[in-house]
């Protein structure tokens, strides 16, 4: 099924997000595994995977719309402590929130509905589940201080 240029080429840029956001996630995931912080590895590698996924959907939409995926990375921000890299990856899903609702707008504009659809989920995961944890991290660590809500992240340092 032959799909609108404009949608195609708006869902690559999004593949590249997704990409991006799926590196940046690894890489934070890992620091988190290595500073022995199991609570934010777990989390921090689901979001990675569920990245992941949103590339992949985006991926075969592309296909299935007789387009080439294109596999660039979009660039990535890591962080070099635990309130740095929570800032990092919301500020990603605010980007990521803002493309999201610009392609929604596109499909409606070339009547894409099904893709608008693949996208609306996709903003709600986006708002709903990441941002918000984010969000909710750094308001513990305002209210917790810094110390303490690190200490609430530790797993046993032997492992």
């Given at each position: 099924?032959?799909?609108?240029?404009?949608?195609?080429?708006?869902?690559?840029?999004?593949?590249?997000?997704?990409?991006?956001?799926?590196?940046?996630?690894?890489?934070?995931?890992?620091?988190?595994?290595?500073?022995?912080?199991?609570?934010?590895?777990?989390?921090?590698?689901?979001?990675?995977?569920?990245?992941?996924?949103?590339?992949?959907?985006?991926?075969?939409?592309?296909?299935?719309?007789?387009?080439?995926?294109?596999?660039?990375?979009?660039?990535?921000?890591?962080?070099?402590?635990?309130?740095?890299?929570?800032?990092?990856?919301?500020?990603?899903?605010?980007?990521?929130?803002?493309?999201?609702?610009?392609?929604?707008?596109?499909?409606?504009?070339?009547?894409?509905?099904?893709?608008?659809?693949?996208?609306?989920?996709?903003?709600?995961?986006?708002?709903?589940?990441?941002?918000?944890?984010?969000?909710?991290?750094?308001?513990?660590?305002?209210?917790?201080?810094?110390?303490?809500?690190?200490?609430?992240?530790?797993?046993?340092?032997s492992e």
């Open positions: 099924m032959k799909g609108s240029q404009a949608v195609i080429d708006y869902l690559n840029f999004l593949i590249s997000g997704e990409l991006g956001a799926r590196d940046q996630y690894f890489i934070h995931a890992q620091m988190y595994h290595e500073w022995h912080y199991p609570k934010l590895h777990t989390r921090m590698h689901h979001e990675m995977e569920e990245e992941s996924d949103h590339a992949r959907a985006l991926i075969n939409r592309v296909l299935m719309l007789e387009g080439t995926p294109n596999m660039k990375v979009a660039d990535i921000n890591i962080g070099h402590d635990v309130p740095s890299m929570l800032k990092a990856d919301l500020q990603l899903e605010y980007a990521v929130r803002q493309h999201l609702k610009d392609g929604i707008a596109l499909c409606e504009q070339e009547q894409d509905y099904v893709t608008r659809e693949i996208l609306v989920a996709q903003l709600v995961d986006t708002e709903e589940d990441h941002a918000h944890w984010l969000e909710q991290q750094l308001r513990l660590i305002d209210m917790m201080g810094l110390a303490n809500y690190l200490q609430s992240q530790l797993g046993d340092i």
